[in-house]
């Protein structure tokens, strides 16, 4: 099996997916990644680590690092300015992610959902671009191959917002209903894996321990997803 995730930022790997790679790639899967941006605009640490001028080289690096232990075989970096994707045309950003699609044949392409996880601009921007390649690209395929939103339900936002570790910088997140969650990924055995790759981001120390702290909550090891396009062959 070839998996394929869209991200838009270092550590976004970690955060959405990080457990469920860890499955498929010790089960046998190849999984690769296509990340946006290099993270520059983001935190250089609670306690600086580097300059912001050299925030995007050390993340890089980080994302490596994660990527690794996630068993992740390969990065391809878009190379676009962190925070300014959604100043970016989805025609062009999908362009260039159709192009790795076709040429990677992944049987599963992993992205945001239609809020980017936290309503952050280039969350959002990169599934409406991953979105349309991924549509333009079911056409021109015979194989089978599924588009697949990493979620979040409803309830568990609530139990977030009652814990106190619910992302909101961006605005209010409204999550997806229960009944539309399709694929719910038991990581229990891989969830130490997640967190080891989360610790190599640590430039993003304060949101991977804020993170941490839903660890007593039943779904701290499930990761949610719903199935967003699927070719139907004939």
Known sequence: MKVLCVFAHPDDESFSCGGTIAKLTKKGATVKLITATRGEAGSVGDTALCTQE???????????????????????????????????????????????????????????????????????????????????????????????YADIPKSLLAK???????????????GTHENDITTVVNILKTTETKLQAFKCHKTQEKDWKNYIKRKNLPEFTKEFFTLAQENELA
């Open 54 to 148: 050299e925030l995007g080289n050390v993340r890089e690096k980080e994302l490596r690092s994660a990527a690794k232990i996630l068993g992740i075989s390969q990065i391809f970096f878009l190379d676009y300015k962190d925070g300014k994707l959604d100043k970016i045309s989805v025609a062009e950003l999908s362009e260039k992610i159709e192009k790795i699609i076709v040429k990677e044949q992944p049987d599963i392409v992993i992205t945001f959902n239609k809020e980017g996880g936290s309503r952050h601009p280039d969350h959002m921007q990169i599934n409406k671009a991953a979105t349309h390649a991924f549509a333009s690209y079911v056409k021109k395929t015979d194989e089978h191959v599924r588009l697949y």
């Open 160 to 174: 977030l917002e009652q814990l106190g570790t619910l992302y909101t910088s961006f605005g209010k997140i409204e």
